[in-house]
């Protein structure tokens, strides 16, 4: 047996499963994405009719795609920044030298990641119920006029994505904080014989030591924001007036509600184009970024 | 040890593992009945067929309990998984759809035979949502519908001691409420995130919501702009909150706090009115049918049926379970477990059901129920209806031209089932 043959043979298992549970599947959702596989197909095969690219344009022509993308727009824009930004703070706070209970803070912070979203929609629903919610009495003390967090257009997903953010900030804190025990005490104490203050301590040995972690993060984070699904799925079921529908949840609906599977499809595929495109534009910017 | 000895144990458990599963297996297919049922009636069958078990004890009956939130896909997929139960219980607006399928076997003939199942004692509006293209594919079980439930001393203190009979005497009920209550409070709740209460009164109308045998959308036709006319009133002169069930977040403490005074909605909230409102407010409220247009209305035939599934190898057994369920004895016991009202006149002779003040308006509403819509589709529809309604609502919408819009909608989405009509009416 010669070398390639038994290298082959070793990686056949894996490669067996990946094309069982992974390429098969993908390759039948697109062609299945070709089709208009819906409940009517499931009756009868004779029911299903090739339909080409229908599904995508039909989808690039549907204003709740558009509403849904732009929803999903606002929640990455608004939550990626806001979730690192919490998550490197908390970080911060937990490495300092001068933070008393940090095995405790590092639990207390990291619990809500570990915690039951149904359970957490339930407490944040009366937190952010209108007349009795704990946010809008804050607000009141300020003199704010109550806001109706779930029920506004303008603001349910604002109100998502200080959930996400609570929920969500601790995960990346932990690798935040690895990364930062990481960084050799010695930088530091240099750069303070040298003069440097707190800021350009942070600024110029902190962060670039961090970047490569900060990267892998924000991929990280980014990708999981674009799947946004289980917060509006239990908080507000997609309203009001579909402002917190997502494009996986609009994915969720058209496929496993509706059982439209051909047009379920074109939004996955449609979704993962998005994301792939993103991707790889992180990483560009990530490597000019560091090549310069 | 040995590998060969280690072997050999580990294949004497593997068999022994192995042995009891294909005996329970064989034991399943051969004699055991397949019943499936959701939520609280999945929890109550089990004691509702202790007699069952006595009548027929050569038949097994294993209940399969549901939840209701997975239900409807669970029989979907059992259906493509070809793994469907010899009977089982549905929401009766699955039925088109199982229909399409293709799943369920037609009852005409079994019932012509009962001797104790007659059509004739069945309330006609939810008989008729069994009968799918003259087909009758479900026996209903227990019933459903929407009507009002409302505060009796907050109407008394407005100035009128009688539920509204139609929509005008209703209106001026409800203006008189607003009036007391004031501009933070409400005179009846319509959740943003619910259709029924819409397409109740939609019902009450006589033209169709579907025309053309359900090919099109009729939403443009006179009779639901009537009925949207008057239901978008409601939110413009605030008479209605804005608002979803979500933010409403306990609709009883609400309904027990006056924010609302009336409530459209269905009989599982008669239990839970009981239940939650403080022992004072017991007295003050009370349910009355649906007012329609011009005098009392038609509402929503809802419920569930069992039916019995074309591809079960034991149809003859899994009727004589249907027969079981709908006798009227059963069906009493089956109230008394839930809470649930039945389908049969007789047994609403029952003297507790019969006693009961709350539920009356139910059993004369019952007596004018329509069906929704007998397409696949329409829960669908039903879904944009609610969601154009909510961009109305919130102003994203012109109210004029929201038939249009929904007609468009209901169009599109029947698109497919034009292509199959079509398809066989020229085979």
Redesign the interface.
Known sequence: MNRRLAGWVFVAPALAAIAVFFVGPVLAALAMSLTDFDIYALADWRNLRFVGFDNYVALLRNPLFWQALLNTCIFVVLGVPLSIGASLGAALLLHSPMARLQGFFRTALFAPVVTTLVAVAVVWRYLFHTRYGLLNHALDAIGIAPVDWLGDPLWAMPAIVLLSVWKNFGYNMVILLAGLQAIPEDLYEAARLDGARRWALFRHITLPTLAPMLLVVSILTMAGHFQLFAEPYVMTQGGPAQRTVTVLYLMYEEGFKWWSLGSASAVAFVLFAIMFAITLLQLKVSRTQAGR | MSLATRRGLLGATAAALAAPALIGCSRRDERTLQFWAMGREGEVAGELLKDFAREAPELHVHIEQLPWSAAH?KL?TA??GDATPDLAQMGNTWLP?FA????LEPLDDAVARSATLAPADYFAGIWDTNVIDGRLLGVPWYVDTRLLFYRRDLLARAGFDAPPRDWAEWLRMLHAIKQQVGADRYAVLLP??EYDPLVALALQQDEPLLREGGRFGNFRGAGFRRTLEFYLDMYASRLAP???N??I?NVWNEFGRGYFSFYITGPWNIGEFKRRLPAELQGAWMTAPLPGPQGPGASIAGGSSLAVFRRSPRKAQAWRLVEFLSRPSTQQRFRALTGNLPPRRSAWAEPALAADAHSAAFRDQLERVRAVPKV?EWE?IATELR?VL??VV?G?LPAARAPDELDRRADALLD?RR??LARQGAA
Do not use: I, T, V
């Open positions: 896909e979907l259906f493509a759809e399409a399928l293709g799943a943003l995130n804005p608002a979803s979500n933010e977040a696949p669908r969601l909510e961009r919130h994203d497919k292509w199959m």
